[in-house]
T-cell receptor, first 114, second 113 residues
Framework: DAGVIQSPRHEVTEMGQEVTLRCKPI?????LFWYRQTMMRGLELLIY????????DSGMPEDRFSAKMPNASFSTLKIQPSEPRDSAVYFC????????????FGPGTRLTVT | SQKIEQNSEALNIQEGKTATLTCNYT??????LQWYRQDPGRGPVFLLL?????KEKRKERLKVTFDTTLKQSLFHITASQPADSATYLC????????????FGQGTELSVKP
């Protein structure tokens, strides 16, 4: 299995632009998680889905952030408009079930907003 | 307030020694706890899971303990090797939260030859 796939791996954009991050979870996994990691705040959960349905988006910083999961094999995280404080590494992870299962992380997308 | 605390400073040890990493939490009642390893530029990788009714779990050179009274988990790497150098993250899993994890800041471990 290829593992969790994220694209792009690196993104540099200017403040005010729209950014879309993509994730393909491991086939057969029912849960998908979006995280953001910075030196200051560590690894923070933004939103997670069970069976393509958003369950908890309390970690989404503000309305500029949105996430979708139109099917079991694809999810997007969109930031519009982007700001310099959004600069971070964004990880997508998936797990088999909806309980204690281990999470498999993708390689991350390093976002820089200038 | 709810907090998860790991050793904030990097841990430096000599090869062959046992590394012990600490994870303390406040105002949480986790159903389980997981430990992950993260190398620079990569995503975290799962290592071990321990549930609230378990005191200890082992996997090869790794051991994790979970004390719900002290609200603490200890993660041990015995016979440490330079290849064990990485950042180690603890993560709490809460009841009925659909697999949601709350991560600590991580502890950076450096094993010197």
């Amino acid at each position: 299995d290829a593992g969790v796939i994220q694209s792009p791996r690196h993104e540099v954009t200017e403040m005010g632009q729209e950014v879309t991050l993509r994730c393909k979870p491991i086939s057969g996994h029912n849960s998908l998680f979006w995280y953001r990691q910075t030196m200051m705040r560590g690894l923070e959960l933004l939103i997670y889905f069970n069976n393509n349905v958003p369950i908890d988006d309390s970690g989404m910083p503000e309305d500029r952030f949105s996430a979708k999961m139109p099917n079991a094999s694809f999810s997007t995280l969109k930031i519009q408009p982007s700001e310099p404080r959004d600069s971070a590494v964004y990880f997508c992870a998936s797990s088999l079930g909806q309980g204690v299962d281990e999470q498999y992380f993708g390689p991350g997308t390093r976002l820089t907003v200038t | 307030s709810q907090k998860i605390e790991q050793n904030s400073e990097a841990l430096n040890i000599q090869e062959g020694k046992t590394a012990t990493l600490t994870c303390n939490y406040t105002n949480y009642s986790p159903a389980y706890l997981q430990w992950y390893r993260q190398d620079p530029g990569r995503g975290p990788v799962f290592l071990l899971l321990i549930r609230e009714n378990e005191k200890e779990k082992r996997k090869e050179r790794l051991k994790v303990t979970f004390d719900t009274t002290l609200k603490q988990s200890l993660f041990h790497i015995t016979a440490s090797q330079p290849a064990d150098s990485a950042t180690y993250l603890c993560a709490l899993g809460l009841y009925n939260q659909g697999g949601k994890l709350i991560f600590g800041q991580g502890t950076e471990l450096s094993v010197k030859p």
